[in-house]
């Protein structure tokens, strides 16, 4: 699976793999499993989707901020596996958290953005369990947040 390719033919590329922010590192190996620390929509160093959905955004930026999270998580991925996306069997789950206002419902719309851009790279390899729920506040302003994880072959 070469995911730069389907990602051009999509109209997206592989960001650079993001720094953590905190105390933690990006991701980590544990037995069959690769854990993604939670990912924010900052795209090579670049702020952007900052606000609360339902207040400051739409649900369709919403959207753009999790596909901006996607791509930060296989970005991770590719750097964990070192480019070799064979070692990769499937993603397995994602945790969506989204910036919003009380009584907004449509999380599962947003989070959409990241379940369906991993499926359209992996295909059946990219369909996977997940949350998405409504948070006041994510760190640094953030709309959306996102962590993964992916089993090895």
């Not at 051009?8 to 793999?17: D, H, N, T």
Request: overall charge negative; glycine content about 10%; aromatic content about 6%.
């Amino acid at each position: 699976m070469n995911i730069q390719i389907k990602l051009k033919e999509l109209g997206f590329e592989l960001p650079a793999v993001a720094a953590p922010a905190a105390n933690y590192v990006p991701y980590v190996i544990s037995g069959k499993h690769i854990f993604i620390s939670g990912q924010i929509p900052f795209l090579n160093g670049e702020k952007m989707h900052l606000g609360r959905v339902g207040e400051d955004l739409s649900v369709e930026q919403g959207v753009a901020a999790a596909q901006a999270c996607a791509l930060n998580i296989l970005a991770q991925v590719n750097d964990a596996v070192d480019g070799d996306w064979s070692k990769i069997a499937r993603c397995v789950k994602l945790g969506g958290f989204v910036n919003c206002v009380s009584g907004f419902t449509d999380q599962p719309l947003v989070i959409n953005g990241a379940s369906n851009l991993i499926a359209d790279v992996m295909g059946d390899a990219g369909k996977h369990a997940r949350f998405a729920v409504g948070a006041n506040v994510l760190p640094l302003g953030v709309a959306v947040e996102i962590d993964a994880v992916f089993a090895l072959v």
